[in-house]
């Protein structure tokens, strides 16, 4: 068992906001470590790529969530352990009150058939040699869909519902036959034959032309609300969030740094990489073409050796000294549904904030 009981270990930041019935969350992440074994030679140990490093938050049925960082913040991590394809190094990952570890066989084949996948490239995402028809069958086949019939009309209906019509030209089309807009409705209506409870969608429209995303982005919402969905939206886009998710937590070097309502975090962004992703979204106001934005210098760390305290400091133009750079820091709650990782926000000291 890897020890992952050391000085970068992160703090748990769960979401504020309880079930609205009271009931238990749909799906909720425990202190969550996800560490890759490096080996020199082939053989000998050489260390650990800490990808998640002790994340904790809670999704509630009908929810969506956006989870935001740059390349190599560990969101393609953190979805592939919620998806069964990765192994928790360090806490867990509970699905409708059942730990994902104690799961196996056909126990494991009915969770993943609760959870839908849209994929970020829908052209590599479906087999070339399959049609519309055998891609959207497979699945249904899979999970004990005998009846033809049945399947048929489970078919249509999805196809119905992500708006490829009419469905007779459809149907029988393979995925170089359409155009990218229609092979992520295609890779949409996968995730959503088996009638799921949990979408999580990488980056569904960025490999997708600007006029389609919003059709896109739209379409998963009335999906999202019509069948009461939880989705986490991964997304390096901020532009894009408000339109979709109702919370959004900001990832950076494999931990969560902010977590927040969607409009609250984005009109008032209290972490320091929080404001620098702001900075960095492009503005369509064509008045501010010009303008010099400041962003910090330096790259993301290593998450082999992530430097100690505050994982953000060495580029951080508020970073204290004695403080950041010694000591992790934990949520701090500056609003009710708002908590930021950042010493500038500990009520005992008289930092200034950003």
Partial sequence: MI???????????????PPANGDEPLLSIQDLHVWYELKRWGFAHAGYVRAVDGVTFDLNRGEAMACVGESGCGKSSLMKTILGLNRPTKGAVVFEGTNLADLKGEDLKWYRSQLGYVQQDPFGALPPFMSVLRILEEP????????KEERRRRIEKV??????????????????MLSGGQQQRVVIARAMILEPKLLVADEPVSMLDASVRVEILKLLRGLQERHNLAVIYITHD??????FSEHIFVMYAGQIVEIAQVDDLL????????IALLEASSDPDAHNATVMREIPPG??????????????????????DTVCNVEEPPPFVTEPQ?????????????????
């Fill in 159 to 176: 196809l119905e519902e992500v708006k490829l019509t009419p469905i007779n030209e459809v149907i029988h089309k393979f995925p170089h």
């Fill in 338 to 354: 708002h908590r930021v990782a950042c010493w500038l926000y500990d009520p005992s000291k008289d930092y200034e904030t950003p």
């Fill in 3 to 17: 020890d992952t009981n050391d000085s970068t270990q992160a703090a748990a930041m769960p979401l504020p906001a």
């Fill in 140 to 147: 249904l086949i899979i999970n004990g869909v005998k009846d």
């Fill in 238 to 243: 901020l532009s894009t969030v408000r339109y």
């Fill in 299 to 320: 790259e993301p760390p290593s998450l082999v050796n992530p430097p100690r305290g505050c994982r953000f400091h060495p580029r951080c133009p508020h970073m204290i």
């Fill in 267 to 274: 009109e008032h962004p209290q972490h320091p990489y929080t």
